[in-house]
Structure formats: structure tokens, C-alpha cells
């Protein structure tokens, strides 16, 4: 069984201006790698962290492709089309050496990877701009055909839906308001849910984000590459990092803030406490972060970006609840 994330809150911080209302977003930072053949299935669930025995095209699946030591070298949306083929939507700056990595275990499976991105298009869909998926459209990782498109829906952010849309390229897009590429960002950031890109590759195991509290990870599937260590973070306690939202103040430069930046404690100002994992700028000059950090740190001390003396971190509120019994 994959894992079962709990519902997302509906609830959003207030400390910066809110979201458009709607927008469709295309998404070119995000590539597909596709995976054909009669055991394609059977060959990725032995790789990934989630369990793809009972994927379909009504259910897609968030998963971490980590190394021997559980770190994260990838994640990923996994869908499957009608087809069978299954699609692996990524961050684009990591896509080749995880494809070349993932076909190095391929062996005698029936199973073949290839990229994937110039024959698909992928946009993101914000509030009023998403689709109807049916009676449970609400609950993440949803999926439905629409029309040449598959659309899967996502973790909300600031109470508003959020759905990832792939179709052929040669299929008509999404029709509705163009929504700005930095307000998608955003809205990532604020959904809580991080995907992991050439700047944090092997930094994390999938805990540290959060993972398995947003259906990222099952503990009851078969082996995987770094299973181990993933399920002794999880059952013996050893897990000191997690994934945090926060802001950062106006008045910072375009581009300081990016993924693979450290963050500091006034604790422990001589090392670092954490890293930012995704980020993105908001309304009024304000950076909005997915941080992954000592939790230790988090609940005491003031936290600063770069150095101890750095431009100060604020914590907001997660939008869903941590699993606390798997």
C-alpha cells in the first residue's frame, strides 16, 4: 500500500500578499522522463520510495529516487496513461543523470527509459483555472484524463486547488488567465511540498522533506534503493530534520535566495542548521522558502540565512498536519 498522506489544512499565513485567485502556468523548469514496457511497473516500484503496484490513471504518486543511503537523488510525479506507459515529471536540471542512473538497473527488465520533454507539455493550473476530477478531486495526488491531457491534482496552497497538467505537445493547452511564472513558485513553496533539483541532490532523505507525510513514502512495499535507512529514520527516532516554510524579509536582492543555500541558528552560529530546498520571490519584495532544518533549531533560537548574521528567517505554519503513525 502506498503511503496515505493526512488532509491538507486549508488555512495560510497572512504576512504576505495572497495568490492570484486563478492562472495556468507553463511549467518548461519540469521535464518527463517516460518509462515503456511490460515491466515498467515491476522495474520502478524496486526503485522508488512509493508503491506503484496499484497505479492507474485515476491515482498518480509522489516518490523519491534516493541513493544506497537513502538520500534523495530525484523526485517525482509518477503517471501512468492509458497506454500503460509511465510518465516521471521532474526537475528538467537533474533529468539526465537520473534517467542514466535509473537505466543502469534496468537489466534484464522489460523496461525502457528515454526522455521524454519535448513530446509532452506541462503546465501548472491555480484556483478558479483547475478542472473538475470527479466526486474526490479535492484529495492530492488525484488523477483523471482530460481530453489528450492527464491532470493530477496537487496539495493546495493558501486554500486555493493546485493541478499539474500533461499532454501531448501537439495537444491544445489549458485554456483560462496566464498566471506568471513566479506566482507558481510561489504557490509550490506554500503547497509545502518540495521537489528536489540539481541544487539539493543527495542532501536529504525523504523525511527531511516531509515526504512521508505527503504520500511520499510507503513502509509497506518492497525494496528499494536506501529502503533501510528510510525506515530506520523512521522507526528508531533518528530523525532530526524537516521541512519548514518560511519568509524572508523586503529589500533582499533578485536571486539571493535560491536552493542549496544554507541557514544558520544564533544556537550554534559556527555551522549551519539547515538548507533551503526551494524558493521562490512574493508580493512586496518577500522570499517565500521551503527550508529543511534542524528540528531543534526551528523550535529554539532565531534563524538567519547565509550566516548568523544574515537576513533573518521566519517561520510560518506547515499547510497539512505530520504523520505521526505510519
Known sequence: MHATPPPPTHSAP?????????????????????????????????????????????????????????????????????????LMVCS?????????????????????????????????????????LGDTSDAPWVAANVGAASVVQLYPAQGLARQLWLAPADAPAPTGPALALPDWQSSEVLSGVATVSADVVEAFVPQML??????????????YPGQEVVARSQFRGTLKRRAYLVQLPTGMQDGLLQAGQEVFSSQDPDQPCGLVVQAAPSAHGRWLAIVSIQTNAAEHGELHLGSAGGAPVELLPLPYALLEDI
Open 92 to 132: 528538467r536540471d537533474l533529468l539526465a543523470n537520473t534517467q542514466k542512473r535509473l537505466s543502469m538497473f534496468v537489466m534484464r527488465a522489460k523496461a525502457k527509459l528515454r526522455d521524454a520533454s519535448a513530446d509532452f507539455s506541462v503546465f501548472g493550473l491555480l484556483g478558479q483555472s483547475t478542472t473538475h
Open 14 to 86: 497572512t504576512a504576505f500578499a495572497p495568490l492570484p485567485d486563478s492562472g495556468i502556468c507553463r511549467l518548461d523548469h519540469l521535464g518527463v522522463i517516460e518509462v515503456s514496457g511490460e515491466d515498467n511497473i515491476r522495474f520502478l516500484n524496486g526503485q522508488l520510495s512509493n508503491d506503484l503496484t496499484q497505479l492507474s490513471p485515476t491515482q498518480a504518486r509522489l516518490a523519491a529516487f534516493c541513493s544506497a543511503k537513502g538520500r534523495m537523488q530525484a523526485s517525482f510525479v509518477v503517471l501512468k496513461r492509458d497506454n500503460g506507459d509511465l
Open 210 to 223: 516531509n515526504y512521508e507525510s505527503v504520500g511520499g513514502v510507503s513502509f509497506k512495499k518492497g525494496c
